[in-house]
């Protein structure tokens, strides 16, 4: 479904990426973990095109694509979502209106039917309720107003809502309190399927409790350093980012060796 | 003819003050100085297309329309005009400024519909006009609404004096839609007396050179001023809204917001000047104006100036120029919505929040229509 390989991305001409290389199964979930400046959310907004991010090597093909060649809503069409670390609140752009305007935005790039307001207000209140939000939410404008809480489960929401293939969320755990944790695992589980892919970017192994990946990779420095199964990121909370650059220093050493 | 002459004529004021009020505007009025007018012609024909833009069914039966600056009865409806309110106007001269008086002593639960057309004649064509608006008590609705048709140049000028007695309330919506032909001086002054209200919404689209200079004095204690305003402008277009209110007696306040666009080579101004007058004590003066450039070439220059002579001042202001946030742009772009649509969402939603004091649902509807091809931004 997604398939990275040796991707150099430069950002304001500094390399933040540095032949990174990931391959993913639909129904696969992939934790990214690593420290601060390792390249995590850049990974991301690089898959979900954003500008700003020079790609100076490598490919990233998904679903057969050159995914880099892609517009940004494009990219959304095709089923890529990003979860943003962020959420942008946007004054007076209501969010129902948003949504249903993506919604349909995307389904007509598909060839699929729009949605009309009864259909789209059904399939909203389903969605909601997974995720423990208030209706009134929708009559706001975009993110405005929310809490840092609301602002990330209203993230999930709309993945909810949009139903991609290939699903990436940037640090969604962050700022969140225990119960909030819990509703947004509760959303990404109930979305897990066999055809559909996620990437959760994490600084903390906390989240992974909650949604138990298959695959942990560790980002260091731009590229992969270590993957493993779920248990990596337990003893990755256990010794600290440290021991794997240790390991990696090792690993150089004898690399330079032989 | 001198374009020091033409500002006489537009009204008087400290010749020095004026220059220095005109000084982002200048240009466009010396080029317009430099062109010969001819009067232009009361009994100018309007085409079925013309009619559509103001015909609203809305306003049927409340609508008075004035061809360059003189009252038509034969474009005009007024079969269902409240009995509070009362229109008077001369007739019309050959080259008389031509004069309206419009006197409201209750309230009207719908606008009253004023149209003002700028109809081009053979040769660039001028016209001038005088409105007198008078409300005693009660609330009462306008819409003034003006109207350029492309063509030869037109170049319009309305004086208009408001007085808002005791108590009572004007609410007051100004739409210029004017051609790229043409051009309007507006002058408004307004005297507000004790627990009068002024609520106006300006909504300033196309010109050659359109110029606004609003005065308020809020006169009476706890008067009250909200302005609310939105330009977008494209092409060679060029706005300029001057604003001038005073506080003069106790417990006054006004409440200033103003969103302006500008794209291609477009100019827009905005100035908001609030002086607090000494022993305006508790007076209350906010102003914020916001404004949006979409092309490199475009400008847009705003001042909010605050003088403050009393003590108990509650008092903000604020402006800025800036571009599209580019995260907004890309987080509406990563859910699906392309490029062209996003921006019309965020320019749209950016331009909209200027039009919170329109009651009319069927009124901001029209407005939402004039504004949306303005928000395009194709050429971004």
Same mark, same amino acid.
């Given at each position: 479904?997604?398939?990275?390989?040796?991707?150099?991305?430069?950002?304001?001409?500094?390399?933040?990426l540095k032949?990174l290389?990931?391959t993913?199964?639909?129904?696969?979930?992939?934790?990214?973990?690593?420290p601060?400046g390792?390249?995590?959310s850049?990974?991301?907004?690089?898959l979900?095109g954003?500008?700003g991010y020079e790609v100076s090597?490598?490919t990233?093909?998904?679903?057969g694509a050159?995914?880099?060649?892609?517009?940004?809503?494009a990219?959304?069409a095709a089923g890529?979502?990003?979860?943003f670390?962020y959420p942008v609140?946007?004054?007076g752009v209501n969010?129902t209106?948003?949504?249903?305007a993506?919604l349909?935005a995307?389904?007509?790039?598909r060839?699929?039917p729009?949605?009309?307001?009864?259909?789209f207000?059904?399939?909203?209140r389903?969605?909601l309720?997974v995720?423990?939000?208030?209706d009134?939410?929708?009559?706001?404008?975009?993110n405005?107003?929310?809490s840092?809480g609301e602002k990330?489960?209203?993230?999930?929401f709309q993945?909810a809502?949009?139903?991609p293939?290939l699903a990436?969320?940037d640090?969604t755990d962050?700022g969140l309190?225990i119960?909030a944790l819990?509703?947004?695992?509760d959303?990404?589980?109930?979305?897990?399927d066999?055809a559909?892919?996620f990437?959760?970017?994490?600084?903390y192994?906390?989240?992974?409790?909650y949604?138990?990946p298959?695959?942990?990779h560790?980002?260091a420095?731009g590229r992969?350093?270590e993957?493993?199964?779920?248990?990596?990121?337990?003893?990755?909370e256990?010794?600290?980012?440290a021991w794997?650059?240790?390991r990696?220093l090792?690993?150089?050493v004898s690399?330079?060796a032989a | 003819?001198?374009?020091?002459a033409?500002?006489?004529?537009?009204?008087p004021?400290?010749?020095r003050?004026?220059?220095e009020?005109?000084?982002y505007s200048r240009?466009?009025?010396?080029?317009?100085?430099?062109?010969?007018?001819v009067?232009a012609?009361v009994?100018a024909?309007v085409?079925?297309?013309?009619?559509?833009r103001?015909?609203?069914?809305?306003?049927?039966g409340?609508?008075?329309?004035?061809?360059n600056g003189?009252?038509s009865a034969?474009?005009?409806?007024?079969n269902?005009?409240a009995?509070?309110v009362q229109?008077?106007?001369d007739?019309a001269?050959? +080259?008389t400024?031509?004069r309206a008086?419009l006197?409201?002593?209750g309230?009207?639960a719908e606008?009253?519909h004023?149209?003002?057309?700028?109809l081009?004649g053979a040769?660039?064509?001028r016209w001038?006009a005088?409105?007198d608006i008078a409300?005693?008590?009660?609330h009462?609705?306008?819409?003034?609404h003006?109207?350029?048709?492309?063509g030869s140049d037109?170049?319009?000028?309305?004086?208009?004096?408001m007085?808002i007695?005791?108590?009572?309330?004007l609410?007051l919506?100004?739409i210029?839609d004017?051609?790229d032909?043409?051009?309007?001086y507006?002058r408004?002054d307004?005297?507000l007396?004790e627990?009068?209200s002024?609520l106006?919404t300006?909504?300033?689209l196309?010109?050659?050179?359109?110029?606004h200079d609003?005065?308020?004095?809020l006169?009476?204690?706890?008067?009250?001023?909200?302005s609310?305003?939105v330009?977008?402008?494209?092409g060679?277009?060029?706005?300029?809204t001057h604003?001038?209110?005073?506080?003069v007696?106790?417990?006054?306040a006004?409440d200033?917001?103003w969103r302006g666009?500008? +794209?291609?080579r477009?100019?827009g101004i905005?100035?908001?000047?609030i002086?607090?007058?000494?022993?305006? +004590?508790?007076a209350?003066?906010q102003?914020?104006n916001?404004?949006l450039?979409?092309?490199?070439?475009a400008e847009? +220059?705003?001042?909010?100036?605050?003088?403050?002579?009393?003590?108990?001042?509650?008092?903000?202001?604020?402006?800025?120029v800036g571009?599209?946030?580019?995260?907004?742009?890309?987080y509406?772009?990563?859910?699906?919505?392309?490029?062209?649509?996003?921006?019309?969402?965020?320019v749209?939603?950016?331009?909209a929040?200027?039009l919170d004091?329109?009651?009319?649902p069927?009124l901001r509807?029209?407005?939402?229509?004039?504004?949306?091809?303005?928000v395009?931004?194709?050429n971004?």
């Amino acid at each position: 479904m997604l398939k990275i390989e040796n991707l150099h991305v430069r950002v304001a001409g500094k390399e933040i990426l540095k032949g990174l290389s990931l391959t993913m199964n639909p129904g696969e979930v992939h934790a990214i973990m690593g420290p601060n400046g390792a390249g995590k959310s850049t990974l991301g907004n690089v898959l979900a095109g954003r500008e700003g991010y020079e790609v100076s090597a490598g490919t990233v093909k998904y679903a057969g694509a050159d995914l880099l060649e892609l517009a940004p809503e494009a990219r959304a069409a095709a089923g890529v979502f990003l979860a943003f670390q962020y959420p942008v609140e946007i004054p007076g752009v209501n969010n129902t209106y948003f949504l249903r305007a993506a919604l349909n935005a995307q389904r007509k790039v598909r060839g699929e039917p729009e949605l009309d307001s009864m259909q789209f207000l059904k399939r909203v209140r389903e969605k909601l309720a997974v995720l423990h939000l208030k209706d009134e939410l929708l009559h706001r404008a975009v993110n405005e107003g929310f809490s840092g809480g609301e602002k990330k489960r209203n993230e999930i929401f709309q993945m909810a809502l949009l139903e991609p293939k290939l699903a990436i969320l940037d640090e969604t755990d962050s700022g969140l309190d225990i119960d909030a944790l819990k509703m947004v695992a509760d959303g990404v589980n109930a979305m897990r399927d066999p055809a559909r892919a996620f990437v959760v970017i994490t600084h903390y192994q906390r989240l992974l409790d909650y949604i138990v990946p298959d695959f942990v990779h560790v980002l260091a420095d731009g590229r992969i350093v270590e993957s493993g199964d779920a248990g990596l990121a337990h003893k990755l909370e256990e010794h600290g980012y440290a021991w794997i650059a240790e390991r990696k220093l090792g690993h150089g050493v004898s690399a330079g060796a032989a | 003819m001198a374009a020091a002459a033409l500002l006489e004529e537009f009204g008087p004021a400290d010749a020095r003050e004026r220059d220095e009020s005109w000084r982002y505007s200048r240009t466009a009025l010396r080029a317009l100085a430099q062109q010969e007018f001819v009067t232009a012609d009361v009994h100018a024909s309007v085409d079925a297309a013309l009619r559509e833009r103001f015909a609203w069914t809305q306003t049927d039966g409340r609508r008075a329309v004035f061809v360059n600056g003189v009252f038509s009865a034969a474009h005009s409806d007024l079969n269902a005009i409240a009995a509070s309110v009362q229109l008077r106007h001369d007739a019309a001269g050959d +080259d008389t400024e031509h004069r309206a008086h419009l006197a409201i002593n209750g309230d009207c639960a719908e606008p009253l519909h004023l149209v003002y057309l700028g109809l081009p004649g053979a040769a660039p064509c001028r016209w001038s006009a005088v409105l007198d608006i008078a409300v005693t008590h009660g609330h009462a609705r306008l819409i003034e609404h003006h109207l350029g048709a492309a063509g030869s140049d037109v170049l319009g000028a309305l004086r208009s004096r408001m007085t808002i007695g005791a108590g009572a309330t004007l609410h007051l919506t100004a739409i210029c839609d004017l051609a790229d032909s043409t051009s309007l001086y507006h002058r408004g002054d307004a005297t507000l007396a004790e627990g009068a209200s002024l609520l106006t919404t300006h909504v300033l689209l196309g010109g050659r050179l359109q110029r606004h200079d609003v005065g308020v004095a809020l006169a009476g204690a706890h008067s009250r001023f909200d302005s609310r305003g939105v330009f977008a402008l494209r092409g060679r277009q060029h706005a300029d809204t001057h604003m001038d209110i005073r506080h003069v007696a106790r417990d006054t306040a006004c409440d200033v917001l103003w969103r302006g666009i500008a +794209d291609d080579r477009s100019r827009g101004i905005f100035h908001g000047a609030i002086t607090v007058a000494k022993g305006a +004590d508790g007076a209350d003066a906010q102003l914020s104006n916001r404004n949006l450039l979409l092309s490199a070439l475009a400008e847009i +220059d705003t001042q909010p100036a605050l003088e403050i002579h009393a003590d108990e001042v509650k008092a903000a202001h604020g402006a800025t120029v800036g571009q599209l946030d580019e995260r907004a742009l890309f987080y509406l772009r990563s859910r699906g919505i392309d490029v062209a649509e996003a921006r019309r969402m965020l320019v749209g939603a950016f331009a909209a929040v200027a039009l919170d004091r329109v009651e009319q649902p069927w009124l901001r509807a029209h407005l939402g229509a004039l504004l949306a091809p303005r928000v395009g931004t194709e050429n971004a």
